[in-house]
């Protein structure tokens, strides 16, 4: 026990390599999501490591969000809600969606327009219609916005199941883009996941007074109005079309509101309603129609039994139906938007950079990889050993500091920080760096003579830590910028490279010096 207690340090490295592995290896820490029913990773059969773009092949999107912002609006306590209908009233073909009120932005109150058809001209005179004075219109939208898009395709990529995807900021200096990475997926299909802005809803459409002349009542649900969405459904034997069962939000009367459009609209109508719009527009029964960005794509009637429960008034207690579509493509994407939530702005593809790696490059780049990883350890452990001549002093030494790199591969494990070349380098930086400093550790203890007791041990390996702290202390401020700003592939590589300094210092250098003050102390 005392032998244990004096080689804490090592022992501390230890459990945190078992750990490691355990991260790495264990099929319980396997990254799994399920689509459809089928388990699908970016990693391997053999680890729970996620590979990057770069490693799995895949798709990178790099676009900017279209819209602009109007600052310093001069709103008074008006709710965001009323101005934001109030302009929206002005623009063209525009409605709430198109426009958003922000007050607490460091520019003042905001008030931004993403309608690509929109002009500046056309947005000033909307807030001026609207009775708003503003400061300046420029060409952007705010950070709020920004990183509210972030989010919301964060969760389509969630959603569909695409292992290993990332999303983030980034600038090259003449404005911001959101840069979108998906291994193992075809250009076109994370275009197609991403590009609408899934701005679900639905409709009526009904005959107003009995006479003929159909009207669309807008809106009477919105997203914010499901509670929950299960997951879309193929065709069976209790319905013959794609589907997506939902329930609608009891408080603030929202159910019982719908309720009451549907019966006063003729949607529930004894016996139910038989909707015809796609056949025959001006002679149907009144239907539902589920909106995504404005397009209707299916409009749907409503068997008798839930048109009695409206009636009577006993489906608002228990506020659930199926919202049905014509494929169960357009099924999944209707559950993948009511879940993410809408972009608050669309994204201009057009305008931005796409780039597609295929996964043979992708596995290519991975064997690539590992060549030069065991080049670097030949290399460092070659150089190693022809300096000290003692593989006692050595061996330990090149050990120690192949397991930071472990122990940074168990980080990216558990994180499910996705591995690419940017990553790979900051691995092969931090093997380098840390031979340097147990470099200058053992140099440190053994230059001023034999190592007569734990208390001269003590006190120069104090002295070479010191040294190496100063070293590791610098190189963090140095990277800290790279970590926190959006510069791409720059950030995994100042992040990996920040925590394999972290654990260098905290864990593997007192560890070493552990291991070298039981080999010089008893020799």
Known sequence: MEKLKSNWRLTLLTVILLVSLFMIFSPTMAPQTNVGGENATTGDRLTNLQYGLDLAGGTRIRAPLIGMTAENVVI??????????????????????????????????????????????????????????????????????????????????????????????????????????????????????????????????????????????????????????????????????????????????????????????????????????????????????????????????????????MRTGDWARSPSFVLTTTSFEEAQEIAINLRAGALPAPLAIDQGTTSFVSPTQGENFRTDSLIIGILAILTVSGVVFARYREPQVAAPMVLTAFSEVLILLGFAAYLGYPLDLSVIASFIAVLGTGVDDLVIIADGVMAEGDVSSNRVFSSRFKKAFWVIGVAAATTVIAMSPLAVLSLGDLRGFAIFTILGVLVGVFVTRPAYGDILRNLLTKR
Do not use: W
């Open 76 to 309: 008074g306590n008006e709710s965001p809600t009323n101005v934001a209908a109030a302009v929206a009233n002005e623009l063209p073909n525009s409605d709430t969606t198109d426009v958003t009120v922000r007050r607490g932005t460091i520019n003042g109150p905001t008030v931004e327009a993403v309608d690509p058809n929109v002009s500046e001209a056309q947005f000033g005179e909307a807030l001026g219609g609207a009775g708003y004075s503003y400061e300046t219109i420029r060409d952007g939208l705010t950070q709020e916005t920004r990183d509210e898009a972030i989010n919301v395709i964060e969760g389509k990529v969630n959603q569909a199941g695409l292992s290993g995807a990332s999303v983030q900021q980034v600038t090259d200096g003449t404005g911001f883009f959101i840069l979108i990475e998906v291994p193992g997926q075809d250009r076109s299909d994370v275009i197609d996941l991403i590009e609408q802005r899934g701005n679900v809803r639905i409709d009526i459409y009904h005959d107003n007074n009995g006479d003929g002349e159909y009207v669309t009542e807008r809106a009477v649900l919105t997203q914010d109005d499901f509670a929950s969405i299960s997951n879309a459904r193929q065709p069976d034997d209790r319905s013959p079309n794609p589907r997506v069962p939902v329930s609608i939000r009891q408080e603030n009367s929202i159910a019982e509101t719908f309720q009451s459009s549907v019966v006063e609209t003729g949607v529930a109508q004894p016996g139910g309603a038989v909707c015809r719009y796609e056949e025959s527009p001006q002679n149907t029964d009144s239907c539902l129609q589920l909106v995504v960005d404005g397009d209707v794509i299916n409009s749907f009637g409503m068997n008798g039994d839930l048109a009695n429960s």
